[in-house]
């Protein structure tokens, strides 16, 4: 059982010593009486645990836990000792710390039952900062309509991906615009080698090819005709025997209301309409996306401060594991020194601008009013209820924005934010 939960006033004295960024440097004392309890707390909860022949484990004496159990007593006092005095001395300083505190100068030998004690602790904090240039950002506007030749970029991309391949005729060539069958074999340095053999290979005699020489090799022969070639790989020599099986052409569909039914429109004019508004759609999100990235730019332009580097450090290796273990094959633990460094080289400015962006619209949101309310809150859980009437979904949501509703006040005000910059911005 606990003895003592916090630290009782006057058993912890704390002076700050500096303040450098977003880092405050305090030099905190704990009294003798709260080392004491530290003592007392701790030779109890080892004892609870403490195993002696003899006894039932956690019915050995206090004296004997004491007596035989001196070192683990120490390491667990100064355990909560130093935990104790910490949050003390937060709530005598009143900092609201961003990270957990990290304790950077102590002299472990001076921890003694009676005895005060004295350490270091770095505390990282929000920044401060007076909020500006957030009112008139001026922000170039992309069209957030489809044009007709995007329009018809799209469609000419739906025909393309439609068209099928046809043979053609018997006395056709190979040229840069068809597509050549054949099948080879090779050898490397007068040897067959398997590896240069292939059957059925399709050719796009308009795309780079892999195998040196084929295409170049085979332009302007019939079906039916053979060849032979040779061509070099490093300071080997490659011959190849190919045989031309067919040549084909892409024939693309003819955009019509044929087309259209295909494509589950009853006309052509319905399916241009269906094209048009995913283009609108897309281009409507791509301008908007672009309008919020010229404001964040502005707002960080415009507000220069230090950031948290415990956040910082915390949040990007955060980042750097997710990205890693998502986005490659690689083990985010096994990384090496120089893996490690690349990809954290890439992945912190993202998290620095995020960080950054974070504590400008909390400023903004602050200075303007517009935090997100309980009101809000409950708005956007009916409105998702609305959106999914399942009753099976039901609690489901509920459960969701319950348990994320500080993260879902924090959106909304964000959302807030914004919308308030975008009315006040100038546009062009």
């Given at each position: ?9 006057g058993?912890v ?18 009294a ?57 001395a ?35 904090v ?39 391949l ?20 090779g ?57 031309v ?24 004019d ?58 490659t ?14 990809f ?15 504590y ?22 009916e ?5 999914n ?22 959106t ?6 914004f ?10």
């Amino acid at each position: 059982m606990s003895i003592f939960k916090t630290a009782q006033s006057g058993e912890v004295n704390t002076k700050q010593l500096a303040k450098e960024g977003c880092r405050v440097t305090l030099s905190v004392e704990a009294a003798p009486t709260l080392i004491t309890k530290s003592f007392q707390n701790a030779a109890v909860q080892v004892q609870s645990r403490a195993q002696m022949q003899g006894f039932r484990a956690g019915k050995v004496p206090l004296d004997l836990v004491k007596q035989n159990f001196a070192a683990h007593i120490k390491e667990r006092a100064l355990d909560l000792a130093v935990k104790s005095a910490i949050t003390a001395a937060l709530e005598d300083t009143k900092l609201d710390a961003v990270a957990v505190p990290t304790l950077t100068k102590a002299d472990f030998n001076t921890f003694n039952d009676g005895q005060s004690f004295t350490f270091e602790l770095a505390v990282d904090v929000a920044p401060e900062f007076e909020v500006t240039g957030y009112k008139g950002i001026e922000v170039t506007k992309k069209a957030d309509t489809a044009t007709d030749k995007d329009i018809q970029e799209n469609l000419d991309r739906v025909l393309d991906a439609n068209a099928r391949l046809e043979s053609a005729a018997d006395n056709a060539t190979i040229d840069d615009k068809c597509y050549a069958v054949v099948h080879y074999t090779g050898k490397r340095n007068g040897t067959d080698d398997y590896k240069l053999s292939a059957d059925s290979e399709l050719i796009d005699m308009s795309a780079p090819q892999t195998m040196t020489g084929l295409a170049d090799a085979i332009k302007g022969l019939k079906k039916g005709d053979v060849k032979d070639y040779e061509t070099k790989e490093g300071n080997d020599t490659l011959s190849f025997h190919v045989t031309v099986d067919d040549i084909k052409y892409k024939k693309v569909p003819a955009l019509d209301d044929s087309f259209a039914k295909d494509m589950g429109f009853e006309t052509l004019d319905q399916l241009k309409t269906k094209v048009k508004e995913n283009l609108d759609g897309e281009a409507k999100r791509t301008a908007e996306r672009d309008v919020v990235t010229q404001l964040e730019n502005a707002l960080i332009a415009a507000n220069t401060f230090e950031l948290p580097q415990s956040l910082v450090e915390e949040y990007t290796e955060s980042s750097l594991h997710n990205f890693v273990h998502n986005m490659t094959q690689l083990d985010p633990h096994k990384l090496t020194a120089e893996q490690h460094k690349m990809f954290e080289e890439r992945i912190r400015p993202s998290v620095e601008k995020d960080l950054k962006i974070g504590y400008i619209v909390h400023a903004i949101a602050k200075k303007e009013n517009l935090q997100a309310t309980e009101a809000d809150w409950q708005a956007e859980l009916e409105k998702a209820l609305a959106e999914n009437k399942q009753a099976t979904d039901e609690k489901k949501i509920k459960t969701f924005f319950t348990e994320r509703k500080d993260q879902i006040l924090a959106t909304l005000t964000e959302r807030k934010v914004f919308d308030y910059l975008k009315k006040e911005a100038s546009y062009k």
